[in-house]
Every structure is written in C-alpha cells, then in structure tokens.
C-alpha cells in the first residue's frame, strides 16, 4: 500500500547497533520513550506546572539529561500525573520548590504552590518502590490505576511501541548494576530453548547475536 511507504512498523523489531552494554542499551531503550518530563527552569513553567489539577512528582536533580528512571515513570503515569525536573543550577527555584538535595523526589497535590500539601519521598530511589510511593498519591486523588484507563484499554492486546520501549527500559534499569555474563554459543533450537530457560530462572534479560559461521 502505497501510504504505508516510509511508515514504521510500531511492532517490527529493531537492530541496536550499540555497544553490548547494560548503560548503552538503557540509553538506547530512553530514546525510545517520549519525554513527559517538563523542564522547570523558569517561574512561568513553574506556575504553570503548579496549576495541573493532577498531583505533581518534581525530580531535583544535578543530572543534564532527564535520567531514564524517572523518564520512564513519568510514561507509566502519564494520564494520572505530571513530572516535572528542575537543575541544580536552577537556585531560585529549587528554594521555592523546597529542595534540599540531589537527587531528591517531591510530589505536590494542589493547584498553587502557596496552597498545595508536599511530599518528600525518602525511601531508596529505583522503579519500584518510587513507583509504589507515586501510586499512593494516584488511588488518593484519581482513584484509578497509574497508567489510566487509556494505559491498558481492556481488549488491547498488542503494546504501543512507546509502552513496550518503557517495559524495556524497566529491565535496563534493573541489569545496570549487575555484571554481564559471558556470550554463549548456541547451535540449534534445543540450546537456545535450555539458554532462554535459564535467563528466566535467573530473571535476567537475555540478548541474542547473530553471527556468520566459519569458513
């Protein structure tokens, strides 16, 4: 069909090129999710932001770049909640938001900054437990589930390719810190069958090569 020409195919598979490397594919799989993170760096963002009538997560961070944990988490609750990210070297508004560290997690419930109740999250900073801690201010104020209804529509069978980059991005986060097992060898269907097997059992992604054989 001559429409579908130049189209990408939203569940076709996609060659990583990159480095064989848990930080490489965790970029990689970051690229993938759209940024639902805004970008506090002036007081008519921050009014702004404040104004949603949703409760507000705000990650201080020291960071560039919006990490790939709370990217990701912002994706999940993006019908539910808004992010927000202010710098370091925003000063001002880092005091006006009450940061005292980085990175450090707060979440606002209220539609002004004068008038709204905040949280400081102090638990330790990975997918689940913030996740947990974000999805009791959700059942307060939503009452629904952290990703919504438009999330996980009853008869959808098939993940959007920005969930599915997010699932994996879930996975990157969990292997960064772990060490990368030597490549295997594998001949015919039987060992690859017995090699996935095994990465289940130790609940660890498993990454396929393809490569020519010997002359």
């Keep these: 069909n001559s429409r579908d020409v130049g189209k990408k195919n939203r569940n076709s598979a996609e060659d990583f090129n990159g480095a064989r490397t848990a930080a490489a594919l ?62 370091e070297n925003d000063g001002e508004l880092v005091q006006r938001l009450g940061g005292t ?9 209220g539609s002004s900054l004068d008038a709204a109740e905040s949280h400081t999250y102090e638990g330790k900073i990975d997918k689940a437990s913030l996740g ?22 009853k008869e959808e069978t098939k993940k959007p ?9 879930s996975d990157a986060i969990s ?19 017995t090699l996935s097997n095994e990465a289940s059992e130790k609940n660890v992604v498993l990454v396929l090569a393809l490569v020519p054989g010997g002359e």
């Design 161 to 169: 390719a920005a969930a599915a980059a997010a699932a994996a991005a």
């Design 175 to 193: 292997i960064q810190n772990k060490p990368i097992e030597p490549a295997r060898s594998v001949a015919d269907l039987d060992a690859l069958k």
């Design 132 to 153: 947990k801690f974000l999805a009791s201010f959700v059942t307060k104020t939503a009452g629904g589930a952290a990703g919504g209804e438009e999330t996980k529509p």
């Design 101 to 109: 560290k980085f990175p450090q997690v707060r979440v606002f419930v």
């Design 26 to 87: 965790a970029n990689h799989a970051s690229s993938l999710i759209p940024n639902r993170v805004t970008r506090i760096n002036k007081a008519a963002t921050l009014d702004a932001f404040i104004a949603s009538d949703k409760p507000k997560a705000v990650l201080f961070t020291a960071k560039s770049t919006t990490p790939l944990l709370f990217k990701s988490l912002a994706y999940e609750f993006r019908n539910v909640m808004a992010f927000g990210e202010v710098h």
